[in-house]
């Protein structure tokens, strides 16, 4: 099946930018999601991109795809203590599959030094 | 906006109770879901519903069972509630797709469930 790899913690200054990455074992993956849990809370959708897509910029958020290498990463830009959260990616790996077909990384805390 | 809500935050049973986790949600969706997050292992999907009364095995359905009597509830059900089962167990659910392949999944702000 398919299996996704993220690196477990993150530090940055605040400010500064923020890329969290993402790698993923299945070429056929379609769609690929970013999404972001605070402290206390679930999980809620932060942005996604779909394979025939290299990039997707929203606000400060950049999402960078290269299906070459299986490779997924989130840039926040001017990253602010509000972002200190978890950060979980996942891939569905096929077309038309249900969402019961996700596989969630296992998140990266992005920790925000002041 | 879509709200699911998960009826306990936090939640102390003892080992061999059994153990009732609520989720419901207001936006008529057709899917629902249930995850366990475990520190290291992130999400394990336990099981998940796509209409009333139909119920399917995700990953890690030993020791769980579920229950989908209406559309907007989908109950897990811990039959005889071990230590091993001692988690943050979220629910969420999304929209029966017509673009295929996007998912967009709603969570529930979890419950803590641990087991003495």
């Known amino acids: 099946g398919e299996d996704v790899e993220q690196s477990l913690f993150l530090s940055v200054r605040e400010g500064d930018s923020s890329v969290i990455n993402c790698t993923y074992t299945?070429?056929?993956?379609?769609?690929l999601y970013w999404y972001k849990q605070e402290p206390g809370a679930g999980l809620q959708l932060l942005t996604y991109?779909?394979?025939?897509?290299d990039m997707k910029q929203d606000q400060r958020l950049t999402v960078l795809l290269n299906k070459k290498d299986k490779h997924l990463s989130l840039r926040i830009a001017d990253t602010q203590t509000g972002d200190s959260a978890i950060y979980f990616c996942?891939?569905?790996?096929?077309?038309?599959?249900?969402?019961?077909?996700?596989?969630f990384g296992k998140g990266t805390h992005l920790i925000i030094q002041p | 906006d879509v709200k699911v809500t998960q009826s306990s935050r936090y939640l102390v049973k003892r080992t061999g109770e059994k153990v009732f986790l609520e989720c419901v949600q207001d936006m008529d969706h057709e899917n629902m879901f249930w995850y366990r997050q475990d520190p290291g292992l992130g999400l394990r999907l336990i099981y998940f519903?796509?209409?009333?009364?139909?119920?399917e095995k995700g990953d890690i359905p030993e020791g769980y069972s579920v229950s989908r009597e209406k559309k907007e509830r989908f109950s897990l059900i811990l039959e005889s509630a071990s230590t091993n089962q001692t988690s943050m167990y979220l629910c969420?659910?999304?929209?029966?797709?017509?673009?295929?392949?996007?998912?967009?999944?709603?969570f529930g702000s979890g419950t803590q469930l641990s087991v003495l």
């Open positions: 991109i779909f394979s025939n897509m």
């Open positions: 299945d070429s056929s993956s379609t769609y």
């Open positions: 996942a891939v569905l790996p096929y077309s038309g599959g249900g969402a019961d077909g996700l596989t």
């Open positions: 519903s796509y209409d009333v009364k139909m119920k």
């Open positions: 969420a659910s999304s929209l029966s797709q017509k673009q295929a392949g996007l998912e967009k999944l709603f």
